[in-house]
């Protein structure tokens, strides 16, 4: 990849600096380059991707007709990279094609991969341009981002390295950049009043999908409310559908596992192994919901990108509140505990006695796949932030708009997918049940996404952008929150970007057709019914 990490104090002073190596942060940086502008793509941690690279390789889109430009140019890299026999090791391309509806070999676009293929082309897209990459490197989120008005003019990073540049974009799934820019933001659901929505906040009589399907007893010692709540069970929550609160949708690790014995890893027993946290899940199974608790996705050469699915499974429901403004030191507490819950839960469901021998086999059939992730032990580097930070700008995306109820005229981009919620909170029914609350799934049409909901507030800051962590309502950002859209939206960002510094505008004063203009130039999908 282009670029090495600089040294220790030194100043950089490029056009754009794009801070968060997601697949949003490699677009965006990728895009600037082609347009003949310098950059630097700094990413905190030692890889390049996010979610893309990091398991997520059954790509979430609805309708793939809304993704063009760069984003719908990596897909078609993935595509070219499996017409190559050799990359097929465990498996032949037409095994795997063959009834498959998520890909067609008669497409040009392949949108399912492995975590290393997606890699590979990243690294490639990035050699083929002049963009500096900064690994390892975290924002000073304390002290800095210097600011003159509303200008940012330099970040720090923690080691002391100073970058200047004329634009910066916040790629991070956090907001980090945003939030130490002093730009505003919202953490957790609105209430269905705050924007005139009908699916926002707690969602109780919605939750429908993924939950309990039979009478679960929730305490320590069935029958006793007096022993005790299971682990990460709350009482009987307090409100209605619809009102606001600070709960966050649940994360997850998405695992890369394999079927095939010679590259398959044995499921690791965590060394904080409590097999208390499990048992709602063995009760679970007791009574008599034998449901596989996970949705493996298959990618080429038999391995899965494996999602959450049904009552009991690899989202760690309501562990993760305070991830988007926690401290680094917090936020690595946060990644170890989901880290351990996940791996228990796989290893649980492998060995524990009380899981039926059916679904013990199952698991023990699978593992993680011993050729991903080789340094960080087969184990996904990416924690599934689907949702933390989210900039509250001059226009905030909504239900109205994912239902084209509203229809923005100054798109940058399209989203197709489910108004999407994973469940928020697991808590005890009135009889006496464990029950799961916030997940939601309520179709869309395909819908244009206003520029100004990548931008902030002028009076807030003139030079900065933010494809990912944008301006939504909590249920319009499940649409929206899908890695080829965050592609979309990086790509538009630079070029509003590049406009910006070319006729030295703030980035809310470019005037929209130009912006349009050269977006169409590009390839991008602005609308289409």
């Not at 890893?265 to 919901?289: C, I």
């Not at 391995?303 to 989202?315: I, L």
């Not at 791996?343 to 050729?371: C, Y």
Request: hydrophobic content about 35%; charged content about 25%; aromatic content about 10%.
């Amino acid at each position: 990849m282009g670029g090495s990490p600089k040294s220790r104090g030194m100043q950089s002073d490029v056009d754009v600096v794009v801070y968060g190596g997601t697949s949003g942060g490699i677009a965006a940086a990728v895009s600037a380059s082609r347009l003949g502008k310098s950059v630097i793509l700094i990413e905190p941690t030692g890889f390049l991707g996010g979610m893309t690279t990091g398991g997520l390789g059954a790509t979430d889109i609805g309708n793939k007709r809304c993704i063009g430009g760069i984003s719908r140019e990596f897909y078609r890299r993935i595509f070219k990279h499996y017409q190559d026999p050799a990359h097929w090791t465990h498996e032949t391309r037409e095994k795997y094609f063959k009834g498959r509806t998520i890909n067609s070999q008669n497409e040009d676009s392949m949108w399912t991969f492995e975590p290393h293929v997606a890699s590979i082309v990243f690294d490639q897209m990035l050699k083929e341009t002049k963009v500096q990459v900064v690994l390892n490197q975290r924002l000073d989120r304390k002290e800095g981002v210097h600011k003159n008005e509303t200008t940012i003019e330099t970040i720090r990073m923690e080691t002391g390295e100073l970058y200047r540049a004329k634009v910066f974009i916040d790629a991070t799934y956090e907001g980090d950049l945003m939030a130490a820019a002093g730009v505003s933001y919202h953490v957790g659901r609105e209430a269905n009043t705050t924007y005139g929505e009908t699916i926002n906040g707690m969602q109780m009589e919605k939750t429908i999908h993924h939950q309990f399907v039979k009478p679960v007893d929730p305490y320590i010692t069935p029958g006793d409310p007096n022993s005790g709540l299971l682990p990460n069970i709350v009482p009987m929550t307090q409100g209605s559908d619809g009102d606001g609160d600070h709960r966050l949708q649940a994360y997850n690790y998405r695992m890369c596992t394999t079927d095939i014995p010679a590259n398959r890893v044995p499921w690791p027993k965590p060394q904080r192994y409590n097999e208390l946290d499990y048992e709602l899940l063995l009760r679970n199974f007791e009574a008599a919901d034998m449901r596989l608790p996970w949705a493996p996705i298959w990618m080429p050469n038999r391995k899965t990108d494996v999602n959450n699915n049904f009552a009991f499974s690899t989202d760690y429901i309501g562990k993760n509140y305070d991830y988007p403004d926690a401290d680094y030191a917090r936020r690595e507490e946060i990644l170890k505990d989901h880290e351990s819950y996940q791996q228990g839960l796989m290893w649980t469901l492998a060995n524990h006695p009380r899981v039926p021998e059916s679904i013990r086999q199952v698991f023990q059939n699978n593992g993680l796949a011993k050729d991903e992730f080789l340094d960080n032990g087969h184990w996904p580097r990416q924690l599934y932030v689907r949702e933390a930070r989210r900039l509250v700008s001059d226009y905030v995306m909504t239900e109205k708009n994912c239902k084209r109820i509203e229809v923005v005229n100054d798109s940058v981009g399209m989203g197709a997918y489910n108004m999407d919620s994973h469940n928020t909170q697991r808590y005890v029914t009135p009889e006496g049940h464990a029950r799961n609350e916030g997940d939601v799934q309520i179709p869309t049409k395909p819908y244009p996404i206003s520029a100004r909901s990548i931008f902030p507030k002028k009076a807030e800051c003139s030079n900065l952008l933010i494809p990912v962590c944008m301006s939504a309502s909590h249920i319009a950002y499940g649409s929206i929150r899908m890695e080829p859209v965050f592609m979309v939206l990086g790509q538009s960002a630079s070029e509003l970007a590049c406009l910006a510094i070319d006729h030295r505008q703030s980035v809310q004063d470019v005037p929209y057709a130009a912006l349009q203009k050269r977006l169409l130039e590009v390839g991008q999908v602005l609308d289409f019914q």
